[in-house]
Each structure stands twice: as structure tokens, then as C-alpha cells.
């Protein structure tokens, strides 16, 4: 994880983000078959008006796959005076056996950013999942389970 070592002069910053696997409620490893939670605590010193709060998923090369917000998941952020945690869980089997980063921002939309933690690389490992359940390696990025249906149409 990230530790904030120096104060910050910004309206609003982090003071430490943290990452972990999470498989059936219990924080480990972070694998082919669990969650990914980024926990994330931060300080806001003055009022921020419209303040918002992002994680992103970048892969290898620092290139965004995706990014989500509290609004997601209809949460609202408090711009007011305090000290709060956050946590943002992924879903499960989402990440393939690769590295990838996250990247938290706390911004204000038009004004830009007030602090943002870059790099804290990880590496997945493998377990049991659809992931990699194929005869060969999964190409792409993520992993997403998607509906598939399949007829026979000659008999």
C-alpha cells in the first residue's frame, strides 16, 4: 500500500490507499478467482463543493481499463470537513494472471485535481477460475463472464 508521508497543502488528499484479494469476505492475495479491494482513506481539510472520488485499473503500461466512482453504486460524496474510508471492491474473476496498477483521484469536475496516488502495481495470481479454465492462455485485458446460448439448427 501507499502511506502519505509529508503533509498535504491540497483542500482535500489522501492519507493512504492499499490494495488486497479478497475471496469469500477475507482479504489475502490478490487472484484470478477473487475480488479486488482498494481501500482508500483521505481527508478533506476544507470544504470541498462537488468533490468526487475515482479509482482506476490501469494495465502494464499505465493505460486506463477502467475506472469507477462512488456514484456507480449511487453513493454520494461529503465535501465537507473530516476524515473518511473508503472502499471500492472489483468483482470477482474480473482480473487475468497479468500486472496491472490503480490509481486514486480525488478531483473536482472543470477545476482538475486536488491529489492523486499513481502506481501501486500488483501482480495477479493464479487460482482456480473461468478465467483460466481455457485449454490456452486468455488473451485481453480482463476477464468478463458473458451469456452465451448455443442451438443445434439441423435437427
Known amino acids: 500500500g ?3 508521508s509529508a503533509p498535504s497543502s491540497a483542500k482535500a488528499s489522501f492519507e493512504q490507499v492499499a490494495r488486497g484479494g479478497v475471496v469469500d469476505g477475507v482479504l ?15 481527508t478533506v481539510h476544507q470544504p470541498v463543493e462537488s ?33 473518511y474510508r473508503a472502499r471500492v471492491l472489483l468483482p470477482e474473476e474480473l482480473l487475468l494472471e497479468r500486472t496491472y496498477s ?11 485535481t486536488l491529489d492523486r496516488v499513481d502506481g501501486l502495481r500488483f501482480t495477479v495470481e493464479s487460482a482456480p477460475s473461468f478465467t483460466n479454465a481455457t485449454p490456452q492462455a486468455r488473451l485481453g485485458l480482463v476477464g ?7 442451438e443445434r439448427l439441423d435437427g
Do not use: M
Open 28 to 42: 489475502g492475495p490478490i487472484t484470478t478467482a477473487g475480488a479486488l479491494a482498494v481501500d482508500l482513506v483521505y
Open 51 to 83: 468533490l468526487q472520488l475515482s479509482v482506476d485499473l490501469l494495465d502494464a503500461y499505465d493505460q486506463a481499463i477502467l475506472v469507477t466512482a462512488p456514484l456507480d453504486a449511487s453513493v454520494t460524496l461529503d465535501g465537507s470537513a473530516g476524515r
Open 144 to 150: 468478463v463472464r458473458c451469456g452465451w446460448e448455443i
Open 102 to 112: 490503480v490509481r486514486a483521484n480525488l478531483f473536482v469536475p472543470v477545476l482538475g
Open 2 to 4: 501507499w502511506r502519505r
